[in-house]
């Protein structure tokens, strides 16, 4: 045990604290984060900010801008979400505001609230054409070795605000169904507002990272996140279900139980808690341009999905035996899909 110890403490000082590295880009999501939340109704806006205004872990966001940074400039698709990101708003609606009716007061001048009387007058486009940037794009494609470009997208630090905005959602429907009276340390958003203005809350929160979503521009990005809320509420209907072990009978009958009660196990895990992380560490590396076959988007979902299943785990695990195996596990892993990365990125390089 004190070799294992050795080993943890020599792992855990030998790695920066990204945390620290990103620093500034998390405290201006966070920011940016509490414009996008807030309602015409007082008593909604109150309880969509209630958890974003305790500190939270933020492993989902520094995941998107780790990835981001990770891969930004070796993606054959880059120049042109390079130059995508430098001419759309993503805060301006991709339809008349008038018709959306989602009034936001921390963007007035970007929303409506609704009005009685509808005019049927022609509005200019919301977006700007693609056409020039991918007409540019094609003349210089290909033309140069992939090299990281150390910049984040507006669209990957808004990814990052919408993964943490699923998240918290995820957390008031949570606390309503587990009937939670504590949340970080302070009352849960059920015990200070009630079930009924928590629920709506997360609805709200969803629909407007839908929205936000949908202003990113890019499908495969769409469909990831998307996939998403899916995931959460399978695994919640997965979580209610108990696997009932084998206590008496043949060996080989109480293994096959206990392997199905792992294997129900990993696989809810995979859907409450590592999809998000998984698919935004993805989504992240696809909004830096990287396309189908090239080998960082398979990294970043393997990444996500390993360190979103060990993650929870060790926080099941917590205290107990296994405790620190698996910590071990999850540095490990995180170590060795890192080199990975970066020793394909060399490769990458080399050969072009």
Request: proline share 6%.
């Amino acid at each position: 045990m004190p070799r294992l110890q050795r080993l943890l403490s020599t792992l855990h000082n030998a790695r920066p604290d990204p945390f620290t590295l990103l620093a500034p880009q998390l405290a201006s999501i966070r920011a940016e984060l509490l414009k996008i939340l807030p309602s015409g109704h007082p008593a909604l806006s109150e309880i969509t900010k209630y958890y974003f205004q305790h500190p939270s872990k933020q492993v989902r966001p520094i995941l998107v801008l780790l990835f981001s940074q990770a891969t930004n400039g070796l993606g054959g698709d880059w120049n042109r979400k390079l130059s995508e990101s430098r001419l759309w708003d993503l805060d301006r609606p991709l339809t008349r505001p008038d018709v959306l009716n989602d009034w936001n007061p921390g963007i007035p001048h970007k929303t409506a609230q609704f009005n009685p009387k509808f005019t049927l007058l022609p509005t200019r486009p919301y977006r700007h054409s693609t056409r020039s940037i991918e007409k540019e794009d094609s003349s210089s494609a290909n033309t140069s070795s992939p090299t990281l470009a150390h910049a984040l997208l507006p669209t990957q630090l808004r990814l990052a605000q919408i993964v943490e905005m699923l998240h918290t959602a995820s957390l008031l429907h949570d606390d309503v169904i587990d009937e939670s009276a504590l949340r970080r340390g302070s009352p849960s958003a059920p015990a200070a507002f009630g079930n009924k203005l928590s629920v709506l809350g997360g609805n709200f929160v969803i629909g407007r990272a839908s929205a936000a979503l949908a202003r990113l521009g890019d499908g495969e990005v769409t469909e990831l996140i998307a996939s998403v809320l899916s995931n959460l509420v399978d695994g919640e209907i997965l979580q209610m279900k108990k696997v009932k072990l084998i206590e008496e009978g043949a060996p080989e009958l109480q293994a096959q139980t206990s392997r199905d009660a792992w294997n129900v196990y990993l696989q809810k895990t995979y859907l409450k808690t590592a999809s998000l992380m998984a698919k935004g560490a993805r989504s992240a590396v696809v909004l830096g341009g990287c396309k189908e076959g090239e080998i960082y988007k398979e990294i970043a979902y393997a990444y996500g999905r390993n360190l979103g299943i060990a993650f929870q785990v060790r926080n099941s695990s917590c205290g107990g035996r296994y405790f620190k195996f698996f910590k071990l596990f999850s540095l490990l892993t995180t170590s060795w899909i890192m080199n990975t990365l970066l020793l394909h990125s060399e490769n990458q390089g080399e050969q072009t």
